[in-house]
């Protein structure tokens, strides 16, 4: 990589960023199609938000993906914001034009393309969300638009889950989304779920952290973790012995910055490249 005088810049704004993989991931895009763009790491502390991101106005950055704990927050500092983006209350994702900083959201995006990708279908599917934090809300809302016949939302704060279902009955009309127990009652909805999405970060290791009868999976379900730092997360370990068919959250991670990377340059995302780099960076983890 080289950076010059006439670089375009783009980065991270996050706190704590030192794990994340999205400089490896886009830099190896932009080198494989020969782009002199850099992406670079923005650790911004709790609290600063504001003039970091008034900062950008006036610096020459295309743009910032967005991580915790800042995606809720930069909602109001953008001049404009792109549906999903608007639906959510959550920005992942900002693009500058011209001094404005327009907010918008690729996680629905994301696993939207991972679920074409695997050949998922959601037209008509069945499915329970295990979570109702932020990456939940765009599962929820890729879900809805897909056409699922039915969202089933646990999580250990119902009240959480409750906002979400609101939410997502506003913006889609959807009327078939149940709150259920986070608890081995309430969870036993499994059994009418051809989709069951873990969108928390438990059961990476042990999978008796979510309360759940693994029993109740079986042949013809799709089990999915949106954790992506195992290849088998202990859920879907689990889940996968009884029958079902598995998914990491690594296609989701890869589409959504691919998502991004398209609404920066306007190309196409070498996206085989991507996976490479954050295969490459994670083995060791795994
Ligand atoms: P978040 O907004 O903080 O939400 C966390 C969720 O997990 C909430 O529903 C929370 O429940 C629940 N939770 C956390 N600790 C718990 C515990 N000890 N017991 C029960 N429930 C617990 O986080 P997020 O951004 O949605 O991320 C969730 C997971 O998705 C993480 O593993 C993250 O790495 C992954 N993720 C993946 C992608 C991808 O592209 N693959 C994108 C985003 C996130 P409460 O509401 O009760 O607190």
């Known amino acids: 990589m080289r950076i010059d005088g006439v670089s375009r810049l783009v980065g991270l704004v996050g706190y704590p960023i030192e794990h994340t993989l999205s400089p490896m991931i886009h830099n190896a895009a932009f080198d494989s199609l020969r782009l002199n763009w850099v992406y670079v790491p923005l650790r911004v502390h709790p609290g600063s938000l504001g003039p970091a991101l008034e900062g950008l106005r006036w ?39 011209g001094r404005d900083l327009i907010g918008y959201n690729t996680d629905v995006r994301g696993f939207t393309d991972f679920t074409f990708k695997r050949g998922i279908g959601l037209a008509s599917v069945s499915a329970l969300l295990i979570g109702a934090g932020g990456a939940a809300r765009a599962v929820a809302l890729a879900l809805a638009r897909g056409g699922a016949s039915k969202i089933a939302i646990a999580n250990r704060t119902p009240g959480r889950a409750e906002v979400l279902r609101s939410m997502l009955k506003g913006a889609t009309g959807h009327s078939e989304i149940s709150v259920e127990e986070f608890d081995e009652s309430g969870l ?89 780099v954050f295969i490459e960076t994670i083995k060791g983890d795994r």
């Open 59 to 97: 610096l020459d950055f295309s743009g910032v993906n967005v991580t915790i704990p800042h995606k809720v927050e930069t909602v109001r500092f953008m001049d404009d914001l792109r549906e999903e983006a608007r639906i959510l209350e959550a920005v992942n994702t900002v693009v500058k034009e």
């Open 188 to 276: 036993r909805v499994i059994r009418e779920c051809d989709l069951v999405i873990n969108c928390t970060p438990l059961a990476v290791e042990d999978a008796e952290e979510i309360p759940i009868h693994y029993d109740d999976f079986g042949d013809g379900q799709w089990a999915v973790d949106l954790n992506y730092s195992r290849r088998r997360t202990a859920f879907l370990e689990e889940a996968c012995k009884r029958g079902a068919s598995g998914a990491n959250g690594e296609d989701m991670l890869l589409f959504q910055a691919a998502a991004s990377f398209r609404l920066w340059t306007g190309m196409e995302p070498p996206l085989d490249d991507m996976r490479e």
